[in-house]
């Protein structure tokens, strides 16, 4: 469960936001909408435990991220939360495969076997060798997600994962947000102005 709590957060000479409450069930998705400026990007920082709020509580499977101490933020995200950024960042001097490596914990067994399957299942296999550079952009979007989800979080955020994707590569990827979460019993929560995503989504909140 994903659960919200009188969430605050101000920017330095910047502006100031008040989040609507969220509370998502076990199981369930959320998509959270909104026009540019009014904060979806904040909002999904505070909710990953990227950001610290100015007040109010975030709850993930009754853990409240910000009674943790730094160490076990840090620790807690890691093994529970994953992240797709709208522009994710690569290390360009290593392949697509190898910037999967780098991202997947300690202890995980039979890891080669469970990234091949993982890169196959996202259908950028025959680009695994390729440094992120030579990726068009829906290839370095799926890159995006293998990273995020290859540790199996429990909730998998998404921050306009279809932006700048024409429509056949934006359902594309939509499909495998969905398809990756239920095979790793993980909730999605997408943040997105795309209207294109809607479709995807039972719960919605709109900011």
Do not use: W
């Amino acid at each position: 469960m994903i659960q919200t709590d009188k969430l605050k957060f101000t920017y330095k000479d910047g502006p100031e936001f008040s989040f609507p409450d969220i509370k998502v069930p076990s199981k369930e998705n959320l998509l959270i909408t909104g026009n540019s400026g009014v904060g979806k990007t904040t909002l999904l920082h505070l909710l990953a435990g990227i950001r610290r709020p100015v007040s109010g509580k975030v709850e993930i499977n009754d853990t409240s991220l910000y009674d943790l101490k730094p160490s076990e933020l840090d620790s807690f995200r890691g093994n529970n939360i994953g992240v797709v950024f709208q522009q994710p960042h690569f290390v360009s001097g290593l392949s697509a495969l190898e910037n999967i490596e780098i991202a997947i914990k300690k202890g995980v067994a039979n890891k080669s076997s469970h990234i091949n399957k993982l890169v196959k299942r996202l259908g950028i296999e025959n680009r695994a060798s390729y440094k992120t550079n030579n990726l068009s952009l829906g290839e370095k979007q799926r890159l995006g997600i293998a990273r995020a989800i290859v540790n199996k979080p429990q909730v998998l955020y998404a921050d306009e994962p279809t932006a700048s994707l024409d429509d056949n590569n934006a359902s594309i990827v939509m499909e495998l947000l969905l398809e990756e979460a239920e095979i790793n019993n993980s909730q999605l929560v997408c943040i997105t102005h795309d209207q294109r995503v809607k479709k995807y989504f039972k719960n919605e909140i709109d900011l």
